[in-house]
């Protein structure tokens, strides 16, 4: 930096303080032969009072603990809390072709097929 300020010294400060204070949180994975992806998804209905549109989010874990999860609102308007969920579902399952060639790349091949845990009450018939 060309010419620090004071407010550049308390901006620094407080990132030291609060890497200090964070330094023990993390992700933690037990060692496991089981190192099988899941997924896990689920969606609100016109949660956006702006738009009408839902959000979906999805978590995956592998082994003991989470590594990939994202929130999103939809693309289009759902006409009903099913069709919210299986657009969820839809997205979750693109997550999990893709996480399972990256899980090939990196020589844990996933043999079973990955489970995806869905809240579709509303989908079943």
Known sequence: MQS???VHYAAAKRILR???GTKDF???YKSTNDAKLVGYTDSDWAGSVDDMKST???TFSLGSGIF??????????????AEAEYIAAA???NQAIWLRRILEDIGEKQEEPTTIYCDNKSALP
Do not use: E
Request: no cysteine; proline share 3%; aromatic share 14%.
């Open 4 to 6: 620090p300020s004071q």
């Open 18 to 20: 609060y890497l200090r």
């Open 26 to 28: 993390g992700i933690w």
């Open 56 to 58: 979906s989010g999805y």
């Open 68 to 81: 990939s999860w994202a929130s999103k609102k939809q693309a289009t308007v759902a006409q009903s809390s």
């Open 91 to 93: 997205a979750t399952s």
